[in-house]
């Protein structure tokens, strides 16, 4: 059982997870989140393993499951994301292994840093958003960073993750530089330290400031999109309702907009207005400029054939929520 046991808390565990640490002969994982667990281990055989030690973590885990003992194999947060599940397979195909095997393998999803982190400082994730770990460790560095830039320049709110170690120092320094770019000084963010764990810390700073706050790699970094807002202590990225509705007096739709459906500025509006610009001259360069969108896929929309609007919103699922 592959088991992300949430941001270290117990009152943030699922219940199949203390249920499957509960149900376990054998309990392996880091150190840190061993003794995170600690209460529940009574009795249990417990392998504590470093922390570039997870390859073994996965080997000992399929070890003891083939001796017939049934293996929790914890992480911390969620154990698909930067956690044992994606190594601990690779191990598992490496050897052999099938679903159809005599081992059978759970994995007990978990809260991520990126949910706790949010939920502390208040609903900075309500629009679209991505997670990006500076450990170079395994990766190599100009990888993260177009990945750093790119996102940047998308306007995401960004988690970011393994910000900082004893070792690592200026990657945060040049995730900065990269976001900086892209956003404007002033952007808002939040430093979040050992989230829902007893040396808990939150610092909301800026952009500009970010590299000199107290970072290391029991923190998380949510930097905010161009929306985003710091107010009475809490940290809100809109969802864009103020772009069709009054959000004052009686939340009726702006003039243009029709409730459950696309913005005048979505898909449909867009390629009518890309249709007329072009058509008044202005051209395929020019609009992508504008657009900051590739020349060949704005080329590819205006060859396309406009889709009547009745048509589009027929096909549309009727289970499709306003958002």
């Not at 913005?263 to 504008?290: F, K, Q, V, Y």
């Amino acid at each position: 059982m592959l088991v992300g046991i949430g941001p270290g808390s117990h009152d943030h565990m699922t219940h199949r997870a203390r249920a499957a640490i509960a149900e376990a002969d054998v309990v392996v994982g880091y150190t840190t989140y061993i003794k995170l667990v600690a209460d529940l281990l009574e009795g249990k055989e417990v392998v504590r393993k470093g922390m570039t030690e997870e390859l073994d973590r996965a080997v000992h885990a399929l070890a003891s499951a083939r001796e017939g003992k049934k293996v929790a194999l914890i992480s911390s947060g969620d154990a698909g994301v930067y956690g044992m599940a994606g190594p601990t397979y690779e191990v598992l195909f490496q050897a052999g292994w099938t679903p159809e095997s005599d081992v059978a393998v759970e994995v007990v999803p978990g809260a991520s840093a990126i949910n706790a982190c949010a939920a502390l400082v208040g609903a900075p994730l309500t629009h679209d958003f991505c997670s990006i770990s500076l450990s170079d460790l395994l990766t190599p560095w100009p990888v993260i960073a177009r990945r750093l830039d790119a996102v940047a320049a998308a306007d995401f709110v960004v988690a970011l993750y393994n910000p900082k170690s004893g070792r690592r120092t200026q990657q945060i320094v040049q995730a900065q530089q990269l976001f900086l770019r892209h956003r404007r000084p002033d952007t808002p963010v939040a430093v979040v330290k050992s989230a829902y764990r007893r040396r808990e810390r939150i610092e909301f700073t800026t952009l500009d400031k970010m590299s000199d706050c107290d970072i290391g790699m029991l923190t998380t970094v949510l930097i905010g999109n161009s929306h985003t807002f710091v107010r009475h202590g809490l940290m809100v990225t809109p969802r864009g309702y103020a772009n069709k509705y009054e959000l004052h007096g009686d939340g009726s739709t702006r003039e243009g907009e029709r409730p459950g459906r696309s913005l005048s500025t979505g898909l449909l509006g867009w390629m009518e207005n890309l249709r007329i610009d072009h058509a008044e001259g202005e051209s395929i360069a020019a609009l992508a400029l504008r657009h900051r969108l590739p020349a060949d896929y704005i080329g590819s929309v205006l060859a396309a054939p406009l889709l009547e609007p009745v048509a589009m919103e027929e096909a549309a699922s009727p289970e499709e929520s306003e958002a």
